[in-house]
């Protein structure tokens, strides 16, 4: 058995060696051939009616004969007409419309860089009368960049414009930090929501380092500036500062939570447990179940629909440091799920 793993362990360093290779090379390329004409920042919008619109056009031009499809568009553009006419005469009424923001989180929240911008573009435009919704994938992570990101969702909802989080995926720890902001949550009926605790995890080598003969000495002027070290010997003191520093962050959480969603029973979801959906919508912690791609086919029959994205292009080492992390990280789950499947099998 100790064979097969480091067997695999080899092959699974080739294999993310040669992968991160090629990437590299890859990434240099398409780096150098955009690097003039692509702007380092950059604010797109995109209209999802068009899109749907035109997914619909083809799968019609392929079902309908000739002459229905040139009828068809024949009457969509007499429609349009009429109601160009209405607006400029002033009779006809301003339709909804629904910005659609898209958060996929990270331990360091880093897509927060990009919300606060695409936050302030939408709010220059909307109306107590719009809507925003925030298709949102997050498992947690840092508390004070989630912290951060919340409040951009909350710069929103202080303005008195509808905030609509979606969870399709995941909005655990700081994703339900920031998903509670949010007038409405809508979740797919699987999505894993909840987690609201805090956790902390400290390595210690000390006892690795004693072994080896190496001694690092630690000084600090502050009782607290440090309360757990990861070379020095912990003491029962330093481990309760930390703990009290923890239920302090989860007091914060549960009174986020308590504010924005009253009807929550807050004592008894703050466990740091999740649930799917289902169980999510009896807690009161989500408010509907279905998905982002339902919500806004529906809305569209009735509703302007707006996806803003806004674009940060990184340095180059940085983009690298991140698509190895991302490597890294994906590699590492496959290699435990396949541990876990072996184990079991």
């Excluded at 498992?139 to 905030?163: K, T, Y």
């Excluded at 920031?178 to 809508?186: L, P, S």
């Excluded at 004693?210 to 481990?239: P, W």
Aim: positive net charge; contains cysteine; aromatic residues 8%.
């Amino acid at each position: 058995m100790t064979d097969i793993v480091i067997q695999y362990g080899l092959f699974l360093a080739k294999a993310v060696t040669v992968v991160v290779l090629a990437w590299v090379i890859i990434a240099m390329v398409v780096s150098m051939s955009h690097r003039r004409s692509r702007p380092p920042e950059r604010l797109e919008v995109k209209s999802l009616n068009e899109k749907y619109e035109e997914m619909s056009d083809i799968l019609k031009e392929a079902m309908f004969s000739k002459k229905q499809f040139k009828r068809m568009l024949k009457e969509r553009k007499a429609r349009r007409q009429a109601e160009e006419k209405k607006k400029q005469a002033g009779e006809a009424q301003p339709r909804k419309r629904i910005f659609v923001l898209d958060f996929r989180g990270d331990m360091r929240a880093t897509a927060v860089s990009s919300l606060r911008e695409e936050v302030t573009a939408v709010l220059t435009m909307a109306t107590p009368t719009d809507e925003v919704l925030v298709r949102l994938e997050n498992s947690g992570g840092l508390v004070h960049e989630h912290g951060l990101a919340a409040s951009q969702l909350q710069r929103i909802r202080s303005r008195q414009i509808p905030l609509t989080v979606d969870v399709d995926k995941v909005a655990a720890s700081g994703g339900y930090m920031m998903a509670c902001v949010g007038n409405r949550i809508i979740a797919a009926p699987f999505a894993i929501v909840g987690s609201i605790g805090v956790l902390a995890q400290f390595p210690n080598f000390r006892a690795w380092l004693d072994r080896h003969g190496v001694y690092i000495e630690e000084l600090k002027a502050g009782e607290h500036k440090q309360s757990l070290s990861m070379f020095g010997t912990n003491t029962d003191e330093e481990r309760t500062k930390v703990k009290a520093q923890l239920e302090d962050v989860h007091a914060l959480f549960k009174t986020l939570v308590a504010q924005n969603r009253p009807s929550v029973d807050v004592a008894g979801v703050a466990t740091g447990e999740y649930w799917y959906g289902v169980r999510a919508l009896n807690l009161n912690l989500v408010d509907d179940l279905t998905t982002s791609d339902d919500y806004l086919l529906a809305a569209s029959q009735n509703t302007e629909l707006y996806q803003v994205t806004y674009s940060i292009r990184k340095p180059f080492a940085e983009r690298m440091a991140s698509l190895v992390d991302a490597t890294s990280e994906r590699l590492f789950y496959s290699w435990c799920r396949r541990a876990e499947e072996s184990r079991w099998a």
